[in-house]
């Protein structure tokens, strides 16, 4: 079992916030920030939606090159406060993004925002560390700086084959080794591990873009039977 994905994802973007503060190359977080209890989902948004990440995130631009249908379902992974995933339900008013998250207080906080902000067509799931529990198959499942938090994930990938929808997709968005931001090195997963253990649990690479200026974002599809 892993600790909640929010709140290691929390951690890796305070590493971030503080490397472009100080422009300098992340550190590793400093100690407090590892005991810290990860309560007041509303707090923690100010790292999440922090308008800077846009800079190098870009969020638009990755929804985009997914090249969606206006009413696809999609399923992101590791939600947080919705970084994501309040831009897809924007992006794809006729469709179902579920936001996925370990963590109930930042579902709770998911949920508010979807009243707050309007967005009927966000909703938010609580989920197993070891099981997205999806109420149905999606088009698109998304790994937005959360897959290097994910354990016994060849197994994980394989569960997930069952909520693919038959022409669905898996992306994976996370830091490059020699990414001047981002989580500690020995933290991170190389792109080629990333393949590999997806070949292994039956996905082959359908696309890989370079857009990213610290991340690799890889595209993968189940292999027919």
């Avoid at 079992?1 to 300098?24: D, E, F, K, T």
């Avoid at 997205?132 to 088009?139: A, F, I, Y």
């Avoid at 499942?141 to 693919?164: M, Q």
């Amino acid at each position: 079992m892993i600790a909640s994905w929010a709140r290691l994802r929390a951690i890796a973007l305070l590493g971030i916030a503080c490397a472009l503060s100080l422009g300098a190359a992340a550190q590793s977080p400093s100690p407090h920030t590892h005991q810290h209890g990860f309560h007041g989902a509303a707090e923690w948004a100010r790292v999440f939606d922090d308008p800077k990440r846009d800079e190098w995130q870009k969020p638009h631009q990755v929804i985009e090159s997914l090249a969606l249908e206006s009413g696809a379902v999609i399923a992101d992974i590791g939600a947080g406060t919705g970084y994501f995933s309040s831009r897809f339900a924007r992006m794809l008013p006729g469709g179902r993004i579920y936001a996925v998250d370990t963590e109930p207080d930042m579902v709770k906080y998911l949920a508010g925002r979807a009243q707050r902000e309007g967005l009927k067509n966000l909703r938010p799931l609580q989920a197993d560390p070891a099981d997205p529990r999806l109420p149905e198959t999606v088009d698109l499942v998304i790994f937005v700086d959360v897959y290097h938090h994910v354990e016994s994930r060849e197994a994980y990938l394989r569960r997930l084959r069952e909520s693919l929808r038959p022409a669905g997709r898996v992306a994976v968005i996370d830091f490059r080794i020699d990414a001047p931001i981002g989580p500690p090195p020995s933290g991170r997963i190389p792109p080629q591990r990333v393949k590999d253990e997806f070949r292994r649990a039956g996905y082959a690479l359908q696309r890989e873009h370079e857009f990213l200026p610290y991340q690799y974002f890889l595209i993968f599809e189940p292999v027919k039977p």
